[in-house]
């Protein structure tokens, strides 16, 4: 059986068409030739256009400035604003920036806070209180205070000082008294009471936080009469100090000195344990009670009898013309919010770190592994 090949069809070739002569010029005169693309020549700038330049150029670097100096003068005006509303103005126009600012790396808000007199930070009222004293006790403060508190470790060493003079003092005079039991008695309970309520007095005097909200001069007054009130008050320590101790030794032998010795550590740890202690917890207590927010509910006559309490200015007890009226709410309304219930609280206040001769005790607020801050 024969296999023939399949041949393959071949293309067709259409056929040479036959150019005559002068045909491509022909169709190049016709079509147009290809010509080279030139780049344009630059325009030369005018001397009205380089004035025209300068001047947009110039209106434009204008224009920006003064929006600059314009967002510059609402950032002055609302620092300015935020330093005037705050609790204590003329405190923290010592921590201000040279942007107008309050400086929060050396003023933090809860120093501030504790400084002016809040107490509420939790839902835990012990907690709350502890921190109080911690913050207000004059011993206790000595060592646990916020270390960048405004009233500064020194200034309360110096308060500490005065207090033990002024106990020393009284015990001495009380040593006096021919009985015994009457003695020991009057020194630790009535020789406490008093040098609580000058303990609570000097740390009045020292501070004067409760005029820090009005005007920079009437601030500047008051804290010139209350230096001069510690000086008063150091003095008078002194003179009690004398008095007592000349007196005893004239009565006395100076072998009854360690009797007088003790009864002045009954004395001062009656002070610092119990009236300085109550002094400060009702302190505590009466203002927490007064920047409570009352409960959300309003349906009976005495829950918008309490709101309406809540948020009416109060005239400050003395010195109206001078201190501003602030409502109970003022405290909650500026560091915690309006629309804050109590339920919102943390369960804890704030905790920081405190440096006591080399050790760092306690831990902040911010430190998350657990070591504790240095300070």
């Known amino acids: 059986m024969r296999v023939f090949a399949r041949r393959r069809p071949t293309a067709k070739i259409a056929p040479r068409v036959p150019v005559s002569p002068g045909a491509f010029e022909r169709w190049t005169a016709t079509r147009g030739a290809p010509q080279a693309r030139t780049r344009a020549a630059p325009r030369v700038m005018t001397l009205e256009d380089a004035i025209a330049r300068y001047e947009a150029t110039k209106a434009a670097a204008i224009a920006t400035a003064r929006d600059a100096a314009v967002r510059v003068r609402e950032e002055a005006t609302r620092a300015q604003r935020v330093v005037m509303n705050a609790p204590a103005p003329a405190l923290a126009a010592r921590f201000a920036r040279a942007d107008g600012f309050v400086d929060r790396g050396a003023y933090p808000?809860?120093?501030?806070?504790?400084?002016?007199?809040?107490?509420?930070?939790?839902?835990?009222?012990?907690?709350?209180?502890?921190?109080?004293v911690k913050n207000n006790h004059l011993l206790v403060a000595l060592f646990m205070a916020h270390p960048k508190h405004p009233f500064s470790r020194t200034e309360r060493a110096v308060c500490l000082f005065c207090s033990l003079i002024m106990g020393f003092g009284l015990t001495c005079a009380f040593g006096l008294i021919a009985d015994e039991p009457d003695k020991t008695v009057v020194s630790v309970i009535v020789g406490g009471f008093i040098q609580g309520v000058y303990d609570a007095l000097l740390r009045m005097f020292a501070e004067c936080i409760c005029i820090q909200s009005c005007p920079r001069c009437v601030v500047n007054c008051f804290e010139t009469c209350g230096r001069i009130g510690m000086v008063l008050q150091f003095l008078l320590g002194i003179l009690v100090l004398c008095i007592g101790f000349v007196a005893f030794v004239t009565s006395e032998s100076l072998r009854a000195l360690g009797g007088v010795t003790w009864r002045f550590a009954m004395s001062k740890a009656s002070s610092w344990v119990v009236a300085s202690m109550i002094?400060?917890?009702l302190g505590h207590h009466l203002a927490r009670r007064n920047q409570m927010r009352p409960a959300a509910s309003r349906h009976t006559f005495s829950e918008k009898?309490?709101?309406?309490?809540?948020?009416?200015?109060?005239?400050?007890?003395?010195?109206?013309?001078?201190?501003?009226?602030?409502?109970p709410s003022y405290f909650w309304n500026y560091y915690i919010g309006e629309d804050v219930s109590f339920e919102d609280l943390p369960m804890k206040p704030p905790k920081y770190a405190v440096k006591n001769f080399g050790c760092v005790c306690g831990q902040d607020e911010d430190d998350e592994d657990g070591v504790p801050a240095q300070l």
């Open 109 to 132: 808000v809860f120093v501030e806070r504790i400084a002016v007199g809040s107490v509420i930070f939790s839902q835990s009222y012990a907690r709350d209180a502890w921190l109080h």
């Open 279 to 281: 002094f400060v917890l």
């Open 305 to 327: 009898e309490a709101h309406e309490r809540w948020n009416t200015p109060q005239e400050p007890w003395c010195c109206s013309c001078c201190l501003p009226s602030r409502a």
